[in-house]
């Protein structure tokens, strides 16, 4: 029960940077009745921790391009430092920290900015190497070890590796799978197509509003999604990254539908 309720509260902290405090309770009320969370957290999965490692990272994120210093830049490098001490696959996490870096440069002085990035980035690459290194020193005592296993997996995900139980996701189609899987199962169909609706209303605040909360979330979408794009292996867990954003847009759309009601 506390595997799958872990996460609510940096992803209620989310929802309510963007939308305010009723978005903030609906994303938490999503993120604690998913399926696919909950599933994930009976089987005690390391996608649980993952997704809280995401969640904090990403809310660390949204802080630092919204004016946050380097202690808050420290705690966004701290939280994908732990998250790829779970699981190498979110390497990606480095793009929302770089486009916080952004916001954050472009909402200072021009004198300042080369500074200012240089320190930010600093306490984030520092901060998460020694998350990594606290969480899995293994990878620092024995990193031919470390680095060939996740060759390894990275060889079953992509399929250059054959194995008996990825041989189900033969010719399916990258992305469009995942997807069908995550309305049906994943999240269900009301709050999977909520999900994909408000996506499009994020990335809409992104662009008209040049909201830094919303360009740091579609940036992590966007970066993750092309992870998945070249996975041979499409397990519905491999969406769990995904999730705190998910529940984000799922409660920004039905905030949405209610006040065009």
């Known amino acids: 029960f506390l595997q799958c309720l872990h996460h609510l509260l940096p992803v209620a902290a ?3 940077t963007l939308g305010g405090r009723s978005v903030g309770l609906l994303a938490a009320l999503f ?14 999965t390391t996608d ?27 705690l966004a490098g701290a939280g994908v430092g732990l998250a790829m001490a779970t699981k190498g696959s979110v390497f990606t996490l480095a793009i929302p920290v770089a486009i916080a870096l952004s916001c954050n440069a472009m909402a200072s002085h021009s004198a300042t900015r080369v500074t200012r990035v240089a320190r930010n980035g600093l306490a984030a690459a520092v901060s998460a190497v ?10 620092f005592f024995r990193p031919d070890v470390y680095l060939r296993d996740l060759r390894t997996q990275a060889d079953i995900v992509s399929g250059r590796f054959d194995v008996p139980f990825t041989r189900v996701y033969a010719g399916t189609t990258p992305l469009l799978y995942q997807l069908e899987q995550f309305v049906r199962w994943g999240y269900g169909p009301v709050a999977g197509l909520l999900a994909i609706i408000g996506l499009a209303l994020l990335l809409e605040q992104a662009k008209r509003d040049r909201s830094a909360p919303a360009r740091v ?9 092309t992870v998945l794009l070249f996975a041979d292996a499409k397990f519905l867990r491999y969406l769990e ?8 847009t799922a409660a920004l759309a039905l905030v949405q539908v209610a006040r065009t009601i």
């Open 31 to 44: 993120a604690a009745l998913a399926p696919m969370s909950m599933q994930l957290a009976h089987y005690f």
């Open 241 to 248: 990254p995904l999730a705190p954003v998910f529940a984000v």
């Open 217 to 225: 979330l579609v940036g992590w979408v966007g970066a993750y999604c």
């Open 130 to 139: 020694a998350a990594f290194f606290v969480f899995e020193p293994y990878a």
């Open 48 to 74: 649980s921790w993952l997704t809280f490692f995401v969640a904090l990272t990403l809310l660390a994120c949204v802080h630092a391009a919204c004016g946050g210093g380097a202690r808050r830049f420290a």
């Open 14 to 16: 989310l929802g309510a």
